[in-house]
């Protein structure tokens, strides 16, 4: 398995606090994505990275933000929690982006009360 | 992006072959096309990919036709545990695109 890791797994925080999820990877790829999974949504894509310092917004970005300030990790800051972004999140790492496979960690389940 | 169109869900049964097929009208000339597999509880998985004609491995196969405006997954004899959801993806081959995305998925159901 490819050597990405998601922390924490599981957060239960309170609305209105900021949440940091991080994801760490040891493949040294260039490539780097945090989406999210809702029922009946699949998965939406949040914002992803093409480099260090190097990020972009996806389809569902409002009320994140990121970092990359190292190839190994990708941080992914919820401003300030609301109830609707209760979800699953989950990192994916990549070589490039048109041929090749993506591999994902093993997702966030974040609750926001 | 080419848009991808794929059933929202099936059913099957152990043993059976079972075929998902993708729908893609404007794949364009560098896209290739990629199939994931995603689990309960758990992150999408790398199935297969190809760009024309058919591609197997040791989990399925990937049929293309000529005009590549369709795929299909066949998965040959499937288990209980190929209950999952399966996404079809297209992309540009060439990388020029930035960003993976994914689709609804087909959510397959398999029956004992």
């Known amino acids: 398995d490819a050597g990405i890791t998601q922390s924490p797994r599981h957060k239960v925080t309170e609305t209105g606090t900021p949440v940091t999820l991080r994801c760490h990877q040891t493949?040294?790829?260039?490539?780097m994505y945090w989406y999210r999974q809702d029922p009946g949504h699949g998965l939406r894509l949040i914002h992803y990275s093409y480099g260090v310092k190097d990020t972009d917004k996806g389809e569902v970005s409002d009320g994140y933000s990121v970092s990359r300030s190292k190839t190994e990790d990708f941080l992914l800051t919820l401003e300030s929690a609301t109830s609707s972004q209760t979800s699953v999140y989950f990192c994916?790492?990549?070589?490039?982006?048109?041929?090749?496979?993506?591999?994902f960690g093993q997702g966030t389940r974040l609750t926001v009360v | 992006l080419a848009k991808t169109t794929q059933p929202i869900s099936m059913d099957s049964y152990e043993g059976q072959e079972v075929n998902i097929t993708c729908s893609h009208n404007?794949?364009?000339?560098?896209?290739?096309i990629t199939w994931y597999q995603q689990f309960p509880s758990q992150g999408p998985r790398f199935i297969i990919q190809?760009?024309?004609t058919k591609v197997t491995n040791e989990v399925a196969s990937l049929f293309i036709p000529a005009d590549r405006k369709s795929s299909t997954l066949s998965l040959p004899r499937v288990s209980l545990s190929d209950t999952a959801v399966y996404y079809c993806?297209?992309?540009?081959?060439?990388?020029?695109?930035?960003?993976?995305?994914f689709g609804k998925g087909t959510r397959l159901h398999i029956l004992p």
């Open positions: 993806l297209v992309g540009d081959g060439l990388g020029r695109d930035d960003k993976i995305i």
């Open positions: 190809g760009y024309k």
């Open positions: 493949e040294n790829h260039r490539y």
């Open positions: 994916a790492i990549s070589v490039s982006v048109g041929n090749t496979e993506a591999f």
């Open positions: 404007n794949i364009a000339t560098n896209d290739y």
